[in-house]
């Protein structure tokens, strides 16, 4: 068959548009970023139109309660999907920021300047908001961005494409900056994420199937953003109000979210003293326990948890509990049962969060703070493509450095490494 | 079969001493890099002992001469390998480093600090110097190294990996900081690249054959370290003379490296003035060019060029010649012919310069200066284990701290995202 296909076809414009976007300045960015905003607002009725279709359509099919609303936007959710959009264009310009500069012995001078990647396949599962969330993402940090989003917000998210892609030829600036996948199947997929000359960046960003499936079938570059199993560890000397602080608002402000806490390690020496008290706030607010043995002798009313209850990512209001002798075993513990997304630890110990911090090789580390900060937002980023459990290129929140790649510009004026006759 | 295979035996034992290397304080780090460095000398009768064996067995096979030449060790050569690897122990130490460091308004203080990748499986073929290198930088930046050289250097690589390991474990070092793949079969290797639990990075370093082989098989992240197809471009408006010495040093002093010239591209303008002053100067040094038609007609002794010699990686005393029409038509050739390694221009306008960086999105971009000093050692690293032409995580000449990766660490007195009552 000698004709392209169609994803390829689509990578190959995308490619193309990739080439102009990486010689914008940063002005002609912000305000394909701003016009991509204004575009979502503007579009708002199509855009919930769309959303409805999806709604109706999985409420047809039987779906669920929290994956109806993951899909489901309303006025107030597209103001602030407009408004991270928005935030996006204030952001300090990545691309051609200059990293490092040196005068070599020779006279050269060497340069390490941030350049945008090229073509990134993001590949995510229902929440709409991803759609817009990472096309201006990758635009502005001079990418092309090539979505393929969940079956069940397809409606959603072609009304969503069609705005921003819309705002972008306004703007002069290439339609296939952001483009849908045409073909949804699970096929294309794989001819996608084979497709290493056109493709630089995959970023699968969903549960264990969707990630497994494109850990499998990629040739092309990958960044995991797989699921956050949380601990928070209570060491002997934490300060117990603090502790249960950090554990009620990593457990329940928003426990399906990758930043909630899964599992929560107590040393034993404060456990009589720390786990009646978690168990009171806990039950209050409609938290189940599945406990170790040793825990529930200080906690009857709680359940017995099963081995697997250890790193499982609930994304719920359930939470295992274990007691332990020493820090050394909550090390040993999250070493094995974590997924290196974030851990915490509750400690007045300056020794202990030190060895925390070393002996973990997770890719978020908080001492006396709460889970939930692990977000780009939170951290200073200002946005976020999603949280890398990759150890490589990014690892942990990911923004719009994450977007770019350091390369050498070298000026002289006629050095060689061979002088003749040297 | 519930015996653990001796290829993810190996790889947890690595994954080990990763454990134990990640906690080690530099001045640790560094004592034991020179102590690599010391064993490689002590050793020398056993290295080249083994060495000769392999050259032995290599030319009973009919080896030709550039590997045989690649493969072979002698007292200089080993010198040199021990001073490379003393020199490592000289860099700054990457593992540790903040490289940010911010107070939030909630009053949380957020590091990024660079942290150990881990387990590195360097993949590559010939030349025993790498198992020095490699095992150096990776150690020095407080990884475990799994290495498989190729199967014409195993006992060379055997020798000096033994001696690596002993002085390792002289220093109450983990030996298998440093270990070689004990089944070199190609069925290892593909089962090496698929332990997703234990191989945080792989980096082929070789020829196309071994890259696409580790693409197609890898599980793992991979950072290629593939061919340089390295193009020299001559403006109209270049120095003439400088044009001539980057072409000679690029070309001529050391042809089999991925930062030699393979292609000279000469803008019209200045091809009759340049063509015949490079065809004497290229003669003179042996050096066979095959070229496009307008070059033929100012030199009518060189060689028609294939379409395909443009984008062939020669490593050898071969160059291709185009001449075209103005810059545009020399960023699209290289574009659509280069290896994204190293590109250079030679020019006296500053905006043809400017132009050639942004439009191209090679590793390495020389203005004025040789394509040859495109290697970590000449711009600045102090050592390097590769050019990576992966746009991802490290891109261009590899040094130690791209063998690290930046994490989180929030540092806290008990801030929640949502505090009660809020």
């Not at 006629?414 to 003749?420: E, K, L, N, T």
Request: hydrophobic letters at 50%.
């Amino acid at each position: 068959m000698s004709a392209v296909s169609g994803v390829r076809a689509q990578a190959e414009s995308a490619r193309a548009a990739a080439q102009v976007l990486a010689q914008l300045d940063g002005a002609t960015r912000r305000a394909g970023v701003r016009a991509m905003a204004d575009a979502i607002l503007a579009d708002r009725d199509a855009i919930l139109a769309a959303n409805a279709e999806d709604l109706a359509a999985a409420a047809a099919l039987g779906t669920g309660g929290a994956l109806l609303d993951r899909l489901r936007l309303d006025a107030a959710r597209l103001d602030a999907i407009a408004a991270g959009v928005r935030a996006v264009a204030e952001l300090p310009d990545p691309v051609g920021a200059v990293t490092r500069r040196e005068r070599r012995p020779n006279g050269i001078e060497v340069e390490r300047v941030r350049i945008p990647l090229g073509v990134i396949a993001m590949i995510y599962e229902a929440r709409p908001n991803v759609t817009a969330d990472a096309a201006a993402l990758c635009f502005f940090a001079g990418n092309a961005a090539l979505l393929r989003g969940g079956s069940e917000a397809r409606a959603s998210n072609r009304a969503l494409a069609a705005a921003l892609r819309a705002a972008l030829v306004a703007q002069g600036l290439p339609a296939d900056t952001v483009a849908l996948l045409a073909d949804t199947g699970r096929e294309a997929m794989v001819e996608l994420l084979a497709l290493t000359d056109l493709i630089d960046l995959a970023i699968p960003r969903g549960g264990p199937g969707l990630i497994r499936f494109v850990a499998e079938h990629a040739r092309v570059p990958v960044i995991r953003h797989y699921q956050g199993v949380c601990h928070l560890f209570v060491d002997a000397s934490a300060d117990l109000d603090l502790a249960l602080a950090l554990l009620i608002d990593g457990k329940t402000t928003r426990p399906a979210v990758c930043n909630a806490l899964e599992t929560l390690l107590v040393h034993a020496d404060c456990a009589k003293a720390f786990l009646p008290r978690a168990a009171a706030a806990l039950a209050q607010r409609g938290v189940e326990v599945r406990a170790c043995a040793a825990s529930r002798a200080l906690v009857p009313e709680w359940g017995a948890a099963q081995e697997s209850d250890f790193g499982t990512e609930f994304l719920d209001r359930i939470l295992a509990v274990r007691v332990l002798p020493d820090l050394d075993a909550a090390i040993t513990h999250i070493r094995r049962h974590g997924s290196d997304h974030t851990e915490v630890i509750a400690t007045r110990d300056a020794q202990a969060a030190s060895r925390f911090e070393r002996e973990l090789r997770s890719a978020v580390i908080m001492v006396n703070a709460s889970s939930r900060f692990s977000d780009g937002g939170e951290l200073g980023l200002g946005a976020e493509i999603g949280v890398s459990t990759t150890r490589l290129h990014a690892y942990g929140p990911m923004g719009a450095e994450a977007l770019t790649i350091e390369r050498y510009v070298v000026r002289g004026t006629g050095q060689v490494r061979h002088p003749p006759g040297a």
